[in-house]
């Protein structure tokens, strides 16, 4: 794998050795622009480019968004090949996944596009402005937090999933989700300890299981209305059973286990979009490409039979 130094792609190695020896100082790019009514970047429906990948979760989050918003016309996107090379993220032309904005074969030159002296890491999403050819945003949560606002006039389905009255529950809600639930979910998988795959998993679980509570008594986790929270918790719940469950070994349940949990599963997927942000056979390949620590040999398997309707 690799990132970029100063608009140049380097592999880890490379940088490694560049930060060893100290000549290395600048931090990391964080690209966090806001687009928005008086803000650095108008709300142009049309003028920004989403770049995607059908097996990233936190991509996943704003596709989501898009689609509950029914936003497919004001933001197009492109998605970059759902497996990452030498190169990191790439286009291929043979299967469909094309950069048809500017032309690139590799999501790094996207970023150099846009920022000749990027540094840091080639992540999606990334949202780029076509008129001032320069980066917005690479940060999801962001992203999530900024395009129901800036785009709620051009929305053919308008929604506040961030609502004034239940801010502090959807921050608590952000703050769990994401660090033992998102983030748990890689942290079980990339443990290289049993004590740490044995925390990082109870974690994964005691989560699921106050989730399971939660929405015994409540439609939603933040209350009877879809929010962020719910937006942020779907992409680990549609690749737990086909992917984190076997390639993670988050094994104590699959989400189907759960009734209510997984009763909530099928209604957000249910809701109009939802569904066609979803891929599961790319997970299941996705999370199971090669590697020489957790599947040296890149066998593929089969995935569970599960009925996503309602
Ligand atoms: N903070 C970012 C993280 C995004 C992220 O880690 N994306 C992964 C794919 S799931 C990626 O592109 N990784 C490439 C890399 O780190 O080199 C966000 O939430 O938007």
Same mark, same amino acid.
Request: glycine residues 8%; contains cysteine; charged residues 25%.
């Given at each position: 794998?690799?990132?970029? !130094? ?5 592999? @880890? ?5 560049? %930060? *060893?020896?100290?000549?290395?100082? +600048?931090? &990391? ?20 480019r ?17 689609a ?54 080639v ?5 780029y ?5 320069? !980066? ?5 949560? @962001? ?5 129901? %606002? *800036?785009?709620?006039?051009?929305? +053919?389905? &308008? ?7 239940l801010?502090?529950?959807i921050?608590?809600?952000n ?7 998102n ?12 004590s740490?795959?044995?925390s ?43 992917a ?18 997984w ?16 891929r ?20 593929v ?10």
């Amino acid at each position: 794998m690799g990132q970029m !130094l100063d608009g140049l792609w380097v592999d @880890d190695a490379a940088l490694g050795a560049i %930060r *060893a020896d100290g000549s290395w100082t +600048r931090a &990391p790019s964080v690209i966090r622009h806001q687009i928005g009514e008086g803000a650095e970047f108008p709300p142009v429906p049309g003028r920004y480019r989403l770049y995607a990948a059908w097996n990233c979760p936190w991509a996943h989050r704003v596709l989501l968004t898009r689609a509950l918003l029914g936003l497919g016309d004001a933001i197009p996107v492109s998605y970059v090949a759902p497996a990452r090379t030498d190169q990191g993220w790439v286009f291929d032309r043979a299967t469909g996944y094309t950069d048809d904005l500017l032309g690139k074969a590799a999501l790094h030159e996207v970023y150099a596009a846009g920022d000749p002296d990027y540094t840091g890491r080639v992540t999606v999403p990334l949202v780029y402005d076509t008129v001032t050819g320069t !980066l917005v945003s690479n940060e999801s949560a @962001d992203l999530v937090r900024m395009l129901p %606002r *800036a785009f709620a006039g051009v929305a +053919r389905r &308008p929604l506040d999933l961030y609502p004034l009255a239940l801010r502090s529950e959807i921050d608590r809600w952000n703050d769990k989700i994401h660090a033992k639930v998102n983030n748990g979910v890689y942290r079980t998988g990339f443990a290289e300890s049993q004590s740490a795959y044995d925390s990082a998993v109870y974690e994964v679980f005691a989560t699921l299981d106050a989730i399971e509570e939660r929405l015994s008594q409540s439609p939603y986790l933040a209350g009877d209305q879809l929010t962020e929270a719910d937006v942020r918790l779907f992409p680990t719940l549609a690749g737990f059973d086909v992917a984190y469950y076997i390639a993670f070994k988050c094994c104590r349940r699959r989400i189907t286990d759960y009734p209510h949990l997984w009763r909530y599963a099928r209604g957000l997927y249910a809701l109009p979009g939802v569904a066609d942000t979803v891929r599961f056979d790319i997970y299941r390949r996705g999370y199971f490409s090669r590697s020489d620590k957790r599947n040296p040999l890149g066998i593929v398997p089969t995935a569970p039979v599960i009925d996503w309707s309602l």
